[in-house]
């Protein structure tokens, strides 16, 4: 402290009388220079607006792979329980069982090599983030005594089962 009761500035620091000069060691610019310039301005408003539109996308992307996953899964179930089914000799209750479980838009298609069965169920991914198709295939035996003539089946009506 001074004579006039004010702080006093550092020898060569360009601050004026009474004024404390709150500078960084390393920095050299003055008060007005580390305001940052006319170009700046908005700077960290668009930082922002692009981090938050990156965590958006990255967000959707991963609802999307996620959506995917799951359609996949489901189209695994529905083949496994179209085949179990189909093995037995169930073929009325596949519309009814497995209508719950194919996601929205798959179709199935049911072939027979000799007393072996395959199934194959396809799927569009949800959202379309995906291209093509999910696919999924099950295989059974079929059980003693059941005819066989189930190869060429296609297909489930979701509003009329069966």
Known sequence: MNAGGGASARSGSGAEFGEVDLRCAGDRRSARG???????????????????????LVFALAA?????VITQLRCTDAAVEIARLTAR????????????????????????????????????PVGRLVPGRLRAEAHAVLEPGVDGSVAGRRGVDREHPG
């Open 64 to 68: 999307g792979g996620l959506a995917a």
């Open 34 to 56: 580390r305001a940052g310039t006319a170009a700046d301005a908005g700077t960290v408003t668009v930082e922002a607006a692009l981090g938050i539109c990156s965590v958006v």
């Open 89 to 124: 000799g169930d073929t009325d209750a596949v519309g009814e069982r497995v209508g719950a479980i194919l996601p929205e838009g798959a179709d199935f298609e049911v072939t027979e090599h000799g007393e072996r069965i395959s199934v194959s169920v396809s799927a569009p």
